[in-house]
Structures are given as C-alpha cells and as structure tokens.
C-alpha cells in the first residue's frame, strides 16, 4: 500500500513542531538509566524536543524538571550526568526537592523580589515513572497514565529485563541527520538485515521478515474505516511497542567475560524491545549485554541517538570490564553506521514533490503506525 505519510512528514519544520505538540510531548518519554542516579545529588539532563530536562535525587527521591534557571535562563546542570546539587553555576541560585530556590545568594540586597513574586518561583515540573532500571518523563501537563502507553505486560518485560543490567555503562552520542520516524520504521523492518547487514548483524541472527494475513487485513479495514474511536486508538498505540525473544540465535559465541556476568535468561535468542516511539532496547548475544539506542528528534532532519552499551550484572567487578564495554560498542559502531548510512541517504533524497512511499504486506507494523500517526496528527485522535 500507500504510505499515507507525506514526504513533508519527514523534511518540514511546521510539521515537526505540531507532531511534538500532538504526539511526542502528550507520551512517556524515555530519559536514562536509574543506576545512574543512585546516589545523592546525581542527575541526568537532556533536551527532549528542545526541551531542557533535568532528573536529580535528591536523598534518594528523583525528581523531574525544566533545566532553566528562573533568574536568567542558564542551564542549571549543564553535563549531561554527573552528581552535583542543583545550584546555577551564573549566580548561585540553589534549588530544593519541589523546585523552589531554597537559596538565593544576596537575596534581600540584591533582588528584593516582593512576596508574591517570590512565592510563585518554580521549577517547571514533569511527571517521573520508573520502569525496572529505565526512567521515564512525560513533558505533558496532564500526563497520561503510563500503563495506557504501553499496557502491563511491556512493563512488566522491560522492568524485568532492565533490571539485569549492570550499572557500568558505556555511552556514545551519533549526531544524525534524518528524520528520527526513519529510525522506528528501519527498526520494524526485518527484511532489510539480510542485504545492508549482510556483513554484520545477519551473519549471527537470521530474521525472517513475513506476512501475517490477519495483520493485512486488518491494516486494509483500518485504510478504509479509519482506526475506530480512542479506546482502539489506544489499544493500537500499545501494539506499537512491544519485546522479548525475536530471532533465533547460533549458538552465543562464547567469551571469556561471559563467566563474569549473570546472564540475563538462558536462551540463544537476539532479543529486542521497541519502544514507541523512540526507543530500542536489544540484546544481540542471548541475554549477555544489552544496547539501548534512544532516538532524541531535533528537527525535522537532524535525530540524536544517544546508545548506551552494558552487560549483563556482574557477579562480581573484574579487571577487564571496561575493554568488554569498548568492545561492545565497538561491534554495534558497524552494524549503526550502515543503519545510519542509509537512513541519512534517504533523507537526502527527500523534497516536497517525493512520491509516497510502497509499502509491502510485510510492512503492516509500518502502515499501521502511519495510519495511526496521520490521525493523530490530524487531530481525529488526542492522546
Ligand atoms: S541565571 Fe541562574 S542564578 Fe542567574
Ligand atoms: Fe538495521
């Protein structure tokens, strides 16, 4: 079929800013790992649609908020991660636990804020859920519960699977220039490993990209009636995400780190979560390290993936943890940069006058998000 997205889905800046505002600020966010913010005063920040977040423990309770100073707008943690309390490096500016500057150095000298100006600095806040090992925000003012995104057995795997990793971890950032729905579609689509992976991923797993008749037609209804009122809307959103076990594996190749990890089951299985819209968690050596790549849109041609890379626990430290953390990345680098390569391609070919895409009957998971998507973003769903 018709992909009914038009190629302006993908190149246009107007198009970009109202999908932000239908679709990626009304849903849960992905934002980091919880082992990183153990301890007191650790934090996360990253800018989500081009929003500065900022995640602090604060004694142990995390804590979600715009990263903007209310004196002038400075970042007020400005690493990407790193534990410091949460005080503006511009004038000092400390902040406590609800978001309320608990210290205003030279405050009844220097400012003289009357009391209801003074009374009604905040932080702007978001909604946190915690997932397993995985944390969540939803930048929306009136969030929607997290169980209606993705339903209870998704959480339920991801909480399980999140909580095997071990909290040494390794991360790099690809600067990418596509747009970040490329990303979702390429990860729902099992045929192309075998020709652009045909080096790399495909000579240790072997995906079988197939129909599924039941699926067709129902992507046909859907084309023809629409998705049907917002409970279906809902139901198909929760669809759209989704884990576990997903192709058979040779036998993992053994590694002498193996030993040093409590792996996470016991089955040669790639295992993959996608995670609507922007997230992909994999486990390409049955269950002995996992990639998480978070796909973070920052226009409509530009898609940071932030990925980080970490094995299963160990059972206890050893020496050589951090050369089996390079070398893991180091192996994906290859399998991503054809995925980049391509999806970056495409993007260059892009331009107003495109003509839609064909999809095949093996593509029903990409048609039906597209149907989806194009209601929502014509306002016939709200989320
Ligand atoms: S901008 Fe943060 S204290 Fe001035
Ligand atoms: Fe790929």
């Known amino acids: ?44 920040t990253r800018t989500i649609f081009g929003i500065p977040v900022v995640v602090q423990n604060f004694d142990g309770a995390l804590q979600a908020f715009e990263n903007t100073c209310l004196h002038r707008h400075n970042p007020i943690q400005s690493a990407p991660q790193g534990v ?56 929306s003012a009136d969030p929607m519960p997290l169980k209606r995104q993705f339903g209870a057995a998704m959480l339920a795997t991801l909480a399980a699977s999140s909580l095997s ?86 036998k993992a190749a053994p590694e002498p780190w193996h030993q040093h990890v409590e792996r996470y089951r016991d089955q040669d299985w790639y295992y993959n979560w996608l995670v609507y819209p922007n997230l992909h968690i994999a486990s390409g050596n049955g269950g002995y390290s996992f990639t998480i790549e978070h ?18 626990k160990k059972r206890q430290p050893y020496a050589s943890s951090p050369a089996v953390l390079l070398g893991l990345m180091q192996g994906t680098d290859s399998i991503l940069r054809e995925d980049v390569g391509v999806l970056e391609d495409i993007q260059r070919t892009l331009h107003a006058g495109s003509r839609p895409a064909h999809l095949g009957d093996y593509e029903t998971t990409n048609a039906g998000i597209a149907l989806w998507y194009m209601e929502v973003m014509e306002g016939k769903i709200a989320l």
Request: proline share 6%; with cysteine.
């Open 1 to 44: 079929m018709r992909s009914p997205l038009p190629p302006k889905a993908y190149i246009d800046q107007a198009w970009f800013e109202r999908e932000r505002e239908l679709l990626l600020t009304p849903l849960w966010q992905f934002i980091g790992l919880k082992t990183m913010l153990e301890k007191h005063n650790a934090f996360i």
């Open 295 to 312: 796909h973070l849109p920052v226009g409509p041609d530009r898609t940071d993936i932030i990925v980080y890379f970490m094995t299963a």
């Open 165 to 250: 990793y071990d909290s040494e971890v390794i991360m790099t950032t690809y600067h990418a220039r596509f747009n970040w729905k490329l990303v979702y579609e390429n990860l729902r689509d099992a045929h192309h490993p075998r020709y652009l992976h045909a080096r790399t991923l495909n000579q240790s797993v072997t995906f079988n990209a197939a129909v599924d008749e039941a699926a067709v037609e129902g992507v046909r209804n859907m084309a023809r009636d629409g998705t049907g009122g917002p409970a279906r809307a809902l139901a198909l959103l929760r669809a759209f995400s989704g884990g576990g076990r997903d192709a058979p594996m040779e």
């Open 84 to 139: 410091r309390p949460l005080v503006c490096a511009y004038h000092g500016w400390g902040y406590d636990r609800d978001g309320a500057p608990a210290n205003i150095p030279f405050e009844a000298t220097l400012y003289r804020f009357d009391q209801t100006e003074r009374a009604c600095l905040h932080l702007r806040r978001f909604a946190l859920e915690c997932v397993g090992n995985l944390v969540f925000v939803n930048l």
